[in-house]
């Protein structure tokens, strides 16, 4: 299980923001491969530049955040004063949702510290799962199975927004080519990197079974 589940977190490490650094991550998701499994290869530095500050970045050109409560809808609720979750119902695409106050309360429990960049966002992918790892760590594999089944079954979702944004990107092609060829790139290799963790979270699932 452990194994598996560095592996996993290798992967959801891909998703943050590395800067300069990135090849070390891939190197990371690489060496922590398991079962036949393989980590992607790092793209080019402008390709993950454009991943990073246009795709990965809140408000950027091409912002499609790995963010659980952005794939879910709040839950409706009744009563309230006309904000929050009442106001909105079951709407999509927003930050701090349903999710986020869980994964919130779970961080509490273990003791967890959100780091700043995270703030509005506890329900990031990188956090999710860097807590599987931690409960794997720990021994503790039906709380694993639970935050696999609960906080990670909205992969294929993220997958289909790439999938939107892409050809969105390639039916009105952005005025200058580089910038264009980069972002298609960037946006393709998100939908890689979710690909493969999508692959290597059912391979963690499959064997707590």
């Known amino acids: 299980m452990q194994k ?4 996993v977190r290798a992967l959801g490490a891909l998703f943050a923001l590395w800067g ?4 070390a991550a891939y190197e990371g998701a690489q060496a922590a491969a398991v079962d036949g499994l393989a980590a992607p290869a790092p793209p080019s530095a402008a390709v993950r530049r454009r991943l990073e500050d246009e795709v990965l970045t809140l408000g950027a050109l091409a912002a499609t955040l790995p963010v659980e409560s952005l794939y879910k809808p709040w839950a409706s609720m009744s009563g309230g004063d006309g904000g929050g979750p009442a106001q909105f119902g079951a709407a999509r695409n927003l930050l701090l949702g349903d999710s986020a106050q869980h994964m919130r309360a779970l961080y509490d429990g ?5 780091p700043p960049a995270y703030e509005a966002m506890p329900d990031h992918v990188v ?5 599987a790892c931690l409960y794997a760590e720990a021994g503790n594999g039906e ?3 639970a935050l696999l089944a609960d906080h990670l079954d909205w992969l294929s979702a993220y997958e289909e927004a790439l999938a939107t944004r892409l050809a969105a990107l390639k039916a009105r092609p952005l005025p200058v080519a580089r910038h264009h060829d980069e972002l298609t790139a960037a ?6 990197l979710t690909g493969a963790l999508t692959r290597a979270i059912h ?7």
């Open 143 to 145: 709380a694993v199975r």
């Open 4 to 7: 598996r589940a560095n592996y």
């Open 127 to 131: 956090l999710l799962t860097e807590v």
């Open 20 to 23: 300069a650094d990135y090849p």
């Open 187 to 192: 946006l393709a290799h998100g939908r890689e």
């Open 110 to 114: 273990l003791e967890l510290e959100v």
């Open 203 to 209: 391979n963690l699932s499959q064997s707590l079974r």
